[in-house]
Every structure is written in structure tokens, then in C-alpha cells.
């Protein structure tokens, strides 16, 4: 009698180890690099929210005619942005006022969207859902509807134990997801692992991405997580002021979130109004086409100058950042409810 008892506790043991190593793997903080920001203690990753987030997140049904989900802003193919056109697009074919971001290492972001406006990813999604040029529906609708679809409450349950659909258990959700979505291990990554070795170009272009970027691009995030005026020409039809339409302080004017450089190669077009389309027309506004202003980062003052050769040495750093784990991991993928 007692062998049958030692298996079936072995067998539980196995299947609880099994399940901790599941959970452990929804965020793993890589090895040198700083603190998130998210409060993993007082929110703890959970799988089956996790999971219903990433059902969520590609789901039409949260927008107003049920066109337009998450995904269709954000791909992970191009790290979770999208590239098909500058500005992003609603429903009804309506066009919105900013490129949309990157979803990526969002667990170190102090504040979200390119001026800041939301401060807390656990509430970050009634931003898309609710715009009018977004998804254009409000979240007592998504209830609605999500409460009339077959599968979701049994995934409620799953993440909650309550099939009860709630508003907090969308965005929770969502935002759970989101927060799973970690970039680094890319070539730059590996290098710094001691796996790889820079080439002779790539070296030269870290050498140059440490003098004139890394101020505000700054390792390992490649970002400071900053808003900052990197000398754009206000466009004169969106008149976007960035920043200062949050903190409403005029040294704010013309600031906007300083994008990660991770996966930089897949992320065109650039800048918040994706007017460059290239890396190449990025380069060449810092070095001829930077607006002067008040607001303008210290560091842009006088200018860049690069050399064509220099130019292809820093485009060749920057493919490092490049994560195509990242951009075909299973586990960030479509799913079927």
C-alpha cells in the first residue's frame, strides 16, 4: 500500500513544481537590469489572467463594430506597433493623431503613451477603447457584450473565480498580458552575456550610439523613460504639443515619451506622427534638421554631425537591438478562446 502513496506524492509534487515554474515564467527580470517600476507584490502575475488578456488583446469585439482589436495597432511581427501607415486607424476608417508605440518592456515604464497621460498600466487600455478615433466604445458596452459571448465568463471564472465580467477584470487583464511582454535577447543582449561578439562595424556604431544617443536612449531599456523636445518641426496640420497637454507647464511644450530602441529595425515609421519612415531620414534630421527651442534637449544644441560611414556603423549597432525571439515567442501569439 505504501508504494502507490509515494507515487501519487511524487506525482504531485511534480505537477506543483511543474505549475511554479509556469508561473515563474510569465516575468523573468533580466540579469542586470534595473527594478520595474509595476508593483509586482501588490499586483502578483496570475497565468489564467494572463492568459485572458492575451484573448483579450485580440479580440475586435472590444471596439465599436467589432473591427478593431489591440493587434491591429500593435503586431508583434514589428514589436507590437504597426507599419502599414503613420497614424493610427480607428473604426469607420478614422484616423487618429499619433503613431502608435511599441508594447514592449512595459514593466519599466513610469508613465505610458507618448505624452504621458496615463500613469498606471493596470488602467491603460480605456485609453485605445474609449477614443473615438480608436476603438470608439465605452467599457460598460464591452461588458455588455463580452457577458453575452459564450466563452468569456468561463474565462472570468478561470482568472478570477467569479465568472462575473467587470470592467477592473478587462483592464487587469490586459494589462497582466502587456506586462509579460519582455524584449532582450537580442545580439546586444548576447554580447553583453559574453554568448557573441560585436563586428567591427557594430562596434564602431556603439561607440558613436554611446557619445551622441545614450543620454536619453539609455542601457539596457534604451530609454531613460523621459519626455523630451529632440528638435521635430511642430507639423502644421496634428499641432501636437506633446508632454505639455498633461503637465500644462510651458518647459514641457513639444516634449514626447522617448521611445525604446529595441527592435528599432522593425518599428518603422518613427518619431510620434511616424513622419520618418527610415533610420536613415532619422539620422538625417538630427543632423540637419533640428528645430531650436526653449524645450530642446541640452544635448541637441549644436547640432550632430555624422558621417556616411558612421551613419551605416550606427544603423549596423542599432539591427543588435534587434529580438527576433521577441517578435515570434508562441507564447505572445494569437490564441483561440
Known sequence: MRKPVIIIALLVLVVLASFRTKSTDLFRRPEGWPKPVYNFKKHPLDEQKVMLGRVLFYDPILSKDNTISCNSC??????????????SHGVEGKIGTRNAPGLTNLAWSKRLMWDGEVDNIDVQAIKPICNPLEMAETMENVVRKLQMAGDYPMLFYKAFGDSAITQAGILQSLSQFMLTMVSANAKYDRVKRGEEQFSEQENKGYVIFKEHCSTCHTEPLFTNEQFENN??????ELKDIGYMKVTHKSEDSLKFKVPTLRNVQYTYPYMHDGRFKTLSMVLNNYIMGIQQSPSLHPSLRKGIYLSSDQKSDLISFLFTLSDKEFLTDPRFSYIKK
Open 74 to 87: 500593435h503586431l508583434q511581427a514589428t514589436s507590437f506597433t504597426h507599419v502599414d501607415h503613420a497614424l
Open 231 to 236: 528638435g521635430l518641426a511642430v507639423d502644421d
